[in-house]
């Protein structure tokens, strides 16, 4: 099975993962503005955070969760910079991470507004919306956008989200790149992720192969 505490990055491959860091900025040029949050704290106290973040409880701007093997000083002058040229009353806006399957990650930048608006497309698209009650599965970093839109999606629509270092056995969804697939599906071929139903995968091209393996244990997945 693919240990919560390990993301598989290809077909047998794992790693210990590294904890996220939360850059969270507000307008302004004190010197507490831009702080990063959560460093090494793991993914579960990080999405906490975020969840703080996303219900107003907890002052940001400008959210960020990066690697803390990034150059994060030059990141957070960055943010300092775009922070100050916003209109008051923007709202929070989110800055995500492409997985880096393709290339070096690109940082993309999204209104909270703007990812309210693309939950029910979301749902259309995938299905989650009609899946029984339970948690979906986010295996890879929070910092990549795919994770990060999962666990906002999950927060939004009241569905319990399950990250790194958790169990994953309860999960009747997984939302992940395509090189976790196969990992997944020998996790349902061996019995220890029974109430899995849905695979949604972005990220890169999803090969024929793994999809009809996954299709093949019952398993419904999602591409975008």
């Known amino acids: 099975m693919i240990h919560p505490d390990h993301e598989p990055h290809g077909p047998g491959r794992r790693h210990v993962p590294v904890a996220p860091a939360v850059v969270s900025v507000t307008a302004g040029t004190g010197p507490t503005d831009g702080q990063v949050r959560h460093g090494h704290q793991g993914h579960r106290e990080v999405l906490d955070h ?126 992940c790149v395509p090189a976790t697939l196969p990992a997944v599906v020998a996790s349902v071929r061996a019995g220890e992720l029974p109430r899995l139903r849905t695979a949604v995968v972005a990220g890169d091209r999803l090969p024929g192969t793994w999809w009809r393996e996954a299709a093949a244990t019952g398993l419904r997945v999602v591409e975008y």
Request: include cysteine.
């Open 50 to 175: 975020l969840h703080r973040c996303w219900q107003g409880q907890e002052a940001a701007d400008i959210l960020a969760v990066v690697d803390p093997r990034w150059p994060v000083g030059e990141l957070i002058e960055s943010l300092q910079a775009r922070a100050a040229d916003r209109a008051p009353g923007a709202g929070l806006e989110l800055v995500t991470f492409s997985s880096g399957t393709t290339g070096a990650p690109r940082g993309i930048c999204r209104t909270m507004a703007s990812w309210e608006c693309s939950l029910a497309a979301f749902d259309r698209v995938t299905g989650l919306d009609r899946l029984p009650p339970g948690p979906v599965w986010i295996p890879g970093p929070l910092w990549g956008s795919l994770s990060l839109f999962a666990a906002f999606h999950a927060h939004r629509t009241g569905r319990p989200a399950l990250v790194t270092g958790q169990d994953p056995r309860a999960a009747v969804a997984v939302q």
